[in-house]
């Protein structure tokens, strides 16, 4: 067996995929590797790669299918009883963990948001959850913090209805189905009977460029009160220094594209788009920036 580690400089997940590869299909890894390294891959080599990725990895299918589903979220989150080799390298590395350590940071930083928000304004607050998925941030943090509180209640909306059907039962589930209402559709569209106090954006700026996340924060801070605060999440720049074959193999398999940012170019995002910057906190890896901040002139 080639020492990979020493060859390559892979981290120790990839090294145990090659490993499995190996004996699996030792095409499929020559592909990745060679592919990694920029070195020529024949089509018949990449097509049958894809299929394989196809039909022995879940994450990568869905992703295949839909890179903005919150079911890989959700599968990064729980993950699987029984994964493939392939599955287990994603749950397995940086950036893989790295999801589920964001859900961890904000549902750690969130409440304190939340109670500066009720200390300051007469302790009501209504949060929008945008591009939500299911919202198990949302679910999470309401029932873990203010199950029996009438006065801070959710909005969950994401285009995606079984999402939104799951969060549902979620809900149910954790007791909190009276505090969170689920709305099927698109967010940049969305007529609220009432704005927001605080609205949360996960994930959706990492594949925009930094004018369309400028122009975004612009169209959401027509949801927000005056005095209300944003939180924001982006994929840093540091993911891709860190896990760099991770965001290959999946790029390369699943088309699945994002633009990494730094604190200062989230910053300034925010300061374009009409925001005040307040601060921000990142997932255990620093593989996610999570900036707050609140409109800094309103119409």
Known sequence: MENFEKKFEFDEAAIQLFKALE????QVKDCLIRSYKGLPVSLQMKEDSYNYFITHSIISLAIMANPGSSIITEILYDGLPSPSSL????LQSKSGKAIKSRLIAIEKEFPRIIEDYRNRNRGEVLIGNLGSGPG???INVLSTNYRNVSNVRAVNIDKDLVAL???RRMAIVKGVDHLIDFVEGNFLKYKPNQKFDIILLVGILCPLKIEACI???KVTRKLLKKEGCLLVSNVSKRMLEKDPFTYFLMSQVGNWKLVFK???ELKQIYKKA???WKEYFTDSYGFHIIGVGSPRFYF
């Not at 004996?23 to 030792?26: I, L, M, R, V």
């Open 165 to 167: 059907r799951r969060g």
């Open 215 to 217: 122009n975004l924060l």
């Open 262 to 264: 730094t604190e200062e």
């Open 136 to 138: 198990r941030d949302i």
């Open 23 to 26: 004996k699996e299909n030792s």
């Open 274 to 276: 009409g925001y005040n």
């Open 87 to 90: 599955d287990n390298f994603i």
